[in-house]
């Protein structure tokens, strides 16, 4: 069964999550953003099995080109916990190059704790006048949550210029 829900005024991804408050019955849920693809591995299927052993948030993640940090969550890392994941030390929603703190970029793939809607309930504009989930995912570390950052190994299909969307559309069409 599919359940929709509305944002009436386009206030930002931490928003639209906020909307479906009432929806979600279990302690963790999965959010995929749907511009993000990934083909050839089922990442979210990886993140459910990483989450079933260590019991926390995953978020997938990427390494970007430097220049294009500023379109992006960059992480910060704790420690690698293996070759493909690690514990997150910090996110930062669309950073400087000056200011980011490494090239690991957030991809749209996150498995979240319910408890992420007390703090959306209070959480503030940040860049660009949007609510983002970044910036509720950074209080919920500050918390002592735990986040793992997952480098996926399927092949990622960028959405989000029109280069992109074009050039993913001719690899879907293959598919
Ligand atoms: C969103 C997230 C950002 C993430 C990106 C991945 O940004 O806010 O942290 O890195 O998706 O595609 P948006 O694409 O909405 O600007």
Known sequence: MIKFVYQNKPLGTGDAVYKTKNLIKDKYFLMLLPD?????????????????????????????????????????????????????????????????????????RYILPRKIFDILKYQKKGKGGEIHITDAIRKLINLNYKFIGHNFEGKYLDCGTMHGYIKSSLEISKV
């Open 36 to 108: 993000d693809l990934i083909i050839r591995k089922n990442c979210s299927k990886s993140m459910i099995s990483i989450f079933k052993k260590h019991k926390c948030s995953v978020m997938a993640s990427m390494k970007v080109e430097k220049k294009t940090v500023k379109r992006w969550g960059i992480y910060s890392k704790e420690v690698n916990l293996d070759k493909k994941n690690f514990y997150i030390k910090d996110v930062i929603e669309k950073p400087s190059i000056e200011s980011a703190p490494s090239n690991n970029a957030v991809i749209g």
